[in-house]
């Protein structure tokens, strides 16, 4: 009878204790219970990790609701500056979208968390898919029965970023007027944002795409790595990728912008006039922590900066200091 009522005992602490370290998180921050919709604007190339960061916030904090709404970065910009669409977080697959076009009016800092690279990709049905590499691609993609896509540069990083692969590509192949020829040709393919290029490929529209590394692991598709002098990958070729640029819509009618190359980093930030800022910070302290959003980044296929780095660190809200630097 003693032996029955110790193991009954026993797996009566198990089950207290396994229900402990399971159980959802308490959902008060600093005793304030957390509540309401959270307004997410981000990246196209955010999709699959923001979906998996914002189910497993709202598991952790039930009565909260997140509204992710996916696009091209600079368009996500326009949408709060232009459309006063009202909008919590913004998260930019090009740090400087953020830097240019919301902070100061729109927003006080920015909290660059993440990297990527520029690729080709494409599948076993693309044309010349078992003959590409990395030296003759360029070649591949000006033959006449061969079409590829890439998003548009005056409202997604990634389309911007593709032309400034293919100026770098000119100068590292030595090919002049390659860029002309490239970006002269499939005009019919160019897509707002980069993930409505998978449908492309996918339906056998396009032999390939120019996208993001991260997206390509995602959806388990086959890519093309580009050499480092032209992925826009290494922070210590940014000498090098400064040498090209390109000129893009400007804020306002009639006006431009020049976007020069850089290693890619992607930015983060809380809008100031933020309909649920509370919650928003706690959503952004859950993203940026090494062990829970910025891990799920990383399985993901996205290279992530861990701590954030934040230039203006005295403006963020003091729970983001600690885990950003």
């Known amino acids: 009878m003693k032996t029955i009522f110790r193991c009954t005992l026993l797996l009566l602490s198990v089950a ?4 402990c370290n399971h159980a959802p998180e308490s959902n008060h ?3 304030e219970k957390l509540s309401g919709d959270l307004t997410i604007f981000h990246a196209g190339s955010l999709s699959v990790p923001m979906k998996i960061i914002a189910d497993s916030f709202m598991h952790t904090y039930p009565d909260v609701k997140v509204l992710l709404e996916a696009d091209g970065s600079v368009k996500c910009a326009r949408k709060i500056i232009d459309l006063q669409k009202p909008c919590d977080i913004m998260a930019s697959s090009d740090y400087s979208v953020i830097d240019s076009m919301l902070i100061p009016d729109y927003a006080n800092w920015n909290a660059l968390f993440a990297g990527n690279e520029i690729c080709l990709v494409y599948t076993d049905k693309s044309r010349y898919a078992n003959e590409i590499n990395r030296n003759n691609w360029f070649e591949i ?3 006449k029965e061969v079409s590829y896509g890439r998003s548009d540069p005056d409202s997604d990083p990634c389309g911007y970023r593709s032309v400034l692969t293919m100026k770098l590509s000119e100068l590292f192949y030595k090919q002049k007027g390659l860029t002309a020829k490239l970006t002269h040709k ?4 160019i897509r707002p944002k980069e993930v409505d290029l998978l449908s492309l490929l996918e339906s056998q529209s396009v032999d390939f795409i120019f996208l993001y590394r991260s997206v390509a692991e995602q959806h388990h598709l086959k890519y093309l790595i580009l050499p480092d002098s032209i992925n826009l990958k290494k922070q210590e070729l940014a000498g090098l990728y400064k040498q090209v640029s390109i000129e893009i819509r400007g804020d306002k ?3 431009t912008k020049t976007m020069k190359g850089e290693p890619m980093i992607y ?7 933020a309909p649920n800022k509370k919650v928003a910070i706690e959503f952004l302290h859950y993203m940026l922590s090494h062990d829970k959003g910025l891990k799920i980044m990383k399985q993901n296929g996205q290279t992530i900066i861990s701590p954030a780095i934040v230039k203006d660190h005295d403006r963020l809200p003091n729970k983001l200091r600690a885990i950003t630097k």
């Not at 499939?186 to 393919?189: A, D, G, R, T």
């Not at 930015?267 to 006039?273: A, E």
């Open 16 to 19: 207290f204790l396994f229900s």
């Open 29 to 31: 921050s600093n005793g």
């Open 141 to 143: 993609l000006q033959k």
């Open 186 to 189: 499939n005009k019919e393919y």
């Open 253 to 255: 009618p009639g006006k």
């Open 267 to 273: 930015g983060i930030t809380i809008l100031k006039n």
